[in-house]
């Protein structure tokens, strides 16, 4: 049997940086979850999932020594982003207009986890490859059998948590109908730094910059669709899915960076609103496993680095006399990310719903005349631009 200050169970981005910035501690820190190598340094071809980074990610993933690790030739910095509505309304964002040199960073999963991977084992973090099974009050079972206790279980493990639901912590799911797909798309003209979304009322679609490779300018698409439509689109074998998706990517675009094609697999997503309590005695929830929200600002795992930054702040400024898990420091940790979670929640659930009303009546005509007004407006700008960067 092994005993630990804290566990971290879940190995995703999350997860890592919780482990990494409580050994930088020198907090006896475990990490228990499937040990999987990265997808990293892949050459002309690129990881599926993309983020986009918020300055208050990038600061800490700067704080915890990984930032300077990640490739720079496979990060893009966004200089300006177009959000265009249903009719004509468009706002245009430019990273100038705060003082700011960049929006955000547009990246691959398998290079932050990569740098994360690399630094937990320079600290020497012990690592349990295995899957926590079941969880009784300061210790849990793993699939392959063995006892792990600590004083705090941080639950990392995802959307599912298995934690979550073992230590029975009020959970609430709803699903949106709305399949999130995915895939690297050569355009003909070059994307210049800039995030391109439309919404519409079937679907929010965005083209986020990636590095240029041999066959052009790269985009990745982040495209959320109502799952009946996405449902078509991922029956398609690859020859007419790069007949099909060029041509009703064409249709919303009207053709903004020229002809596309498709230069990878297509991956999809199911996409769920969702909340739990993030904490219990001796339970603390990070990511994706505490809170889900629509990926139309890219904000899901940005929320969730914010949350292990706090957390682990907190566990770092707690009393002698306090243990890890005591409810009284967990409790600091949930008010401190209480307001920026329904924040978050709030504007990213309001913005799906207003966009998924039909695109005739009042609705669809104050949406694109509110859009209008933003742009108009470089006050509500920099206010929006700050939000985005989570600062
Ligand atoms: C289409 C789409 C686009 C997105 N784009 C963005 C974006 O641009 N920017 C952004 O900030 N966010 C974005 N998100 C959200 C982002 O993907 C998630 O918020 C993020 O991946 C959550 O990370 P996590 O570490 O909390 O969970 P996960 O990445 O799900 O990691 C969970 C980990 O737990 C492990 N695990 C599972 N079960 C167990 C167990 N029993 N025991 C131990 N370990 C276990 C898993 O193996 C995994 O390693 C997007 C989401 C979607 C769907």
């Known amino acids: 049997m092994s005993k630990y200050d804290v566990v971290v169970c879940g190995g995703g981005i ?75 309304g468009m706002v245009v964002l430019d990273a100038w207009q705060a003082a700011q040199a960049e929006l955000a960073w547009i990246m691959e999963s398998g290079e932050i986890e990569q740098a994360l991977f690399q630094a937990v084992q320079i600290f020497g ?47 609430e799911a709803k699903p949106y109908g709305d399949t999130g797909l995915v895939l690297q798309l050569t355009t003909e003209k070059p994307h210049l730094n800039t995030a391109i979304q439309w919404f519409r009322p079937n679907g929010i679609l965005a083209f986020l910059p990636l590095p240029d490779t041999r066959d052009g300018h790269q985009v990745s698409m982040v495209w959320s669709l109502r799952d ?3 449902k078509v689109l991922q029956a398609m074998d690859p020859e007419q899915l790069a007949i099909e998706l060029p041509r009703k990517l064409d249709e919303i675009t009207q053709g903004r960076l020229g002809k596309v094609s498709v230069r990878s697999p297509l991956y999809g997503f199911p996409l769920t609103l ?37 957390l682990c702040h907190i566990l ?17 940790y949930q008010t401190e990310r209480a307001e920026a979670i329904l ?49």
């Open 14 to 88: 999350v997860g890592l940086s919780c482990a990494l910035a409580l050994a930088r501690q020198r907090v006896n820190v475990c990490l228990l979850g499937p040990r999987k190598k990265p997808m990293a340094n892949l050459g002309e071809q690129y990881h599926p999932r993309v983020y986009a980074i918020s300055s208050a990610s990038q600061l800490f993933l700067q704080e915890l020594g990984v930032w300077s690790s990640i490739p720079a030739e496979r990060i893009v910095p966004v200089e300006s982003m177009e959000i265009h509505g249903d009719r004509d």
């Open 316 to 332: 770092a400024q707690k009393e002698p006399f306090r243990s890890f898990g005591d409810l009284r420091v967990l409790e600091r």
């Open 343 to 391: 924040a978050m929640r709030l504007a990213t659930d309001g913005l799906h719903k207003l966009f998924a009303s039909p695109s005739s009546g009042p609705l669809a005509f104050l949406r694109n005349a509110g859009m209008d007004v933003v742009q108009r407006l470089p006050f509500v700008k920099q206010r929006l631009i700050a939000a985005a960067s989570g600062l």
């Open 274 to 310: 969702e909340k739990a309590k993030m904490t219990a005695p001796g339970i603390a929830l990070v990511g994706d496993a505490a809170h889900r929200v629509h990926p139309l600002a890219g904000q899901g795992l940005n929320l969730g680095l914010v949350d292990a930054r706090v």
């Open 125 to 171: 973090v012990p690592w349990i490859d295995d899957k926590m099974q079941s969880y009784s009050p300061g210790q849990v079972v793993t699939e392959k059998g063995k006892t792990v206790q600590a004083d705090l279980f941080i639950g990392a493990d995802g959307a599912r948590s298995p934690l979550r639901k073992a230590a029975a912590l009020a959970h």
């Open 228 to 230: 009946e439509q996405a």
